[in-house]
């Protein structure tokens, strides 16, 4: 089992350009979420896609959209970057239950 | 606003002793907490969890403690090993039938000393 993977794993933009970051859930999971982790901080919680819907969102701006696919793969899309939106990306994927399991990140620099 | 707090940002053990991880969080609605462990350049690792009908769940030499009306739990490594040196992130997840968004904290950075 190839476990919950991420691509790419580094990432530089320029400030207002748009950036799409993938992620593979761990096999048998339906159930797609995304994080924003900033130095020093703890995951945020950004979206959760479960059949292909968002179905639930944090506190981030429109700028943040994603998509999930019939295999249950998904995207986290970020519009017009800022600075600030450099940051690790992390991807959980779960079967429906409580406890997720995390990729290895996306790092993503904005300059 | 910070739901969950981690207020040690690290923690420096001994080899062998006990390693007390400490986590508190503001929101009652919580009821599942889990702890994660993250070493650098990889993502989180889940490592323990425990719902809130429980006060204790022990796996190996990990064990989480849940005093709820103190609105605290704590994550306890019996006996400690360098390995163990990473950062433990507690999270929490509400009662929601639309999903299982977890609320971090900022981690407590783990130094196991040889």
């Known amino acids: 089992d190839a476990g919950v993977t991420q691509s790419p794993t580094h990432l530089i933009k320029t400030r207002g350009q748009q950036v799409t970051l993938r992620c593979s859930p761990k096999?048998?999971?339906?159930?797609v979420s995304w994080y924003q982790q900033a130095l020093g901080q703890g995951p945020q919680f950004i979206f959760q896609?479960?059949?292909?819907?968002?179905?639930q969102r944090g506190n981030f701006p429109d700028r943040f959209s994603g998509h999930q696919f019939p295999n249950y793969s998904s995207e986290l899309n970020v519009n017009a970057l800022l600075l600030g939106d450099s940051a690790l990306y992390l991807c959980?994927?779960?079967?429906?239950?409580?406890?997720?399991?995390f990729g290895q990140g996306t790092r993503l620099t904005v300059v | 606003d910070q739901q969950v707090k981690q207020n040690s940002p690290s923690l420096s053990v001994q080899e062998g002793r006990i390693s007390i991880l400490n986590c508190d969080y503001t929101?009652?609605?919580?009821?599942?907490f889990l702890w994660y462990k993250k070493y650098p350049a990889e993502g989180p690792t889940f490592l323990i969890s425990?719902?809130?009908?429980?006060d204790k769940n022990e796996d190996g030499r990990f064990t989480v403690f849940l005093n709820k009306s103190a609105k605290h739990l704590s994550l306890h490594i019996v006996p400690s090993q360098p390995g163990d040196s990473a950062v433990y992130f507690c999270?929490?997840?509400?009662?929601?039938?639309?999903?299982?968004?977890?609320?971090f904290g900022t981690g407590t950075s783990l130094t196991v000393i040889p």
């Open positions: 929101n009652s609605m919580f009821d599942y």
């Open positions: 999270a929490a997840s509400g009662n929601s039938n639309t999903g299982n968004q977890f609320y």
């Open positions: 959980a994927s779960s079967p429906g239950t409580v406890e997720a399991f």
């Open positions: 896609y479960y059949e292909e819907e968002e179905r």
């Open positions: 425990i719902s809130s009908i429980k």
């Open positions: 096999s048998g999971h339906d159930t």
